[in-house]
């Protein structure tokens, strides 16, 4: 399978604790994002990489949530101190550089759960 | 902000008819507009997408079409077999510096009765 890869697929979590996620985009794609789903919307942008550098956070990424792209190729999101808000279905997707190519290609998400 | 409205929230057509879903969105600079089905705990998937310099696009089954005057894009989705059941995303560009962000709408549960 080629596509973009999530691990953990679920997470239950305690409030307070601290979680990471992983992502594998798909292998030549050298852009990444990260959005968020909460239940019966739409995927929300949280942020994205271009290689291994973060160029472009939204307003929904508080400073408890960090995302790291280290060697350019897999990202983690971090999130400290959860708090039961944070429950979602966290997306990640991986787009070529270059225009036109503007496609972005999800993987299956992880469905974090804050008790 | 740039915001993307979808109609409507749910959809149930009877097996082989056809299913029309409807966006709009706010942003004039948005020049990409991509479909997304979501199956029951699994990600986005992309299934069809238009560019600003087409009016329409045709993948077998489903179309596109696109209104830029009106910031007006439709799903359409003829013969529907029960296997089109999910929750389909419509979506447009949002620029940032260096690439762009999708701006999904909310989302429509369309449902194919056998």
């Known amino acids: 399978d080629t596509g973009v890869s999530q691990d953990p697929r679920h997470k239950i979590t305690k409030r307070g604790q601290n979680v990471t996620f992983r992502c594998d985009p798909i292998?030549?794609?050298?852009?990444l994002y990260w959005y968020r789903q909460t239940l019966g919307q739409g995927p929300e942008f949280l942020t994205y990489?271009?290689?291994?550098?973060?160029?472009?956070k939204s307003r929904l990424l508080s400073d408890r949530f960090s995302a790291e792209r280290p060697k350019g190729s897999f990202s983690t999101l971090e999130i400290q101190r959860t708090e039961q808000g944070d429950s979602a279905m966290y997306l990640c997707?991986?787009?070529?550089?270059?225009?036109?190519?503007?496609?972005?290609?999800f993987g299956p998400g992880t469905r974090l759960t804050v008790t | 902000g740039e915001n993307v409205e979808q109609h409507p929230s749910t959809l149930s057509v009877q097996e082989g008819d056809s299913a029309v879903i409807k966006c709009t969105y706010s942003?004039?600079?948005?020049?990409?507009f991509p479909w997304y089905k979501q199956e029951l705990g699994k990600g986005p998937q992309l299934i069809i997408d238009?560019?600003?310099?087409?009016g329409e696009k045709k993948d077998q089954r489903i179309a596109v079409t696109l209104n830029k005057t009106a910031k007006h894009f439709s799903l359409h989705i003829t013969e529907t077999q029960p296997e089109d059941s999910a929750v389909y995303f419509c979506?447009?560009?949002?620029?940032?510096?260096?690439?762009?962000?999708?701006?999904f709408g909310s989302g429509t549960r369309l449902l194919v009765r056998p």
């Open positions: 997707a991986s787009s070529l550089r270059g225009e036109p190519t503007y496609e972005q290609y």
């Open positions: 292998s030549e794609h050298n852009r």
């Open positions: 990489f271009q290689n291994e550098a973060q160029l472009e």
């Open positions: 942003d004039s600079a948005s020049n990409y």
């Open positions: 238009i560019r600003s310099n087409v």
């Open positions: 979506a447009a560009s949002l620029r940032m510096d260096s690439s762009y962000k999708l701006i």
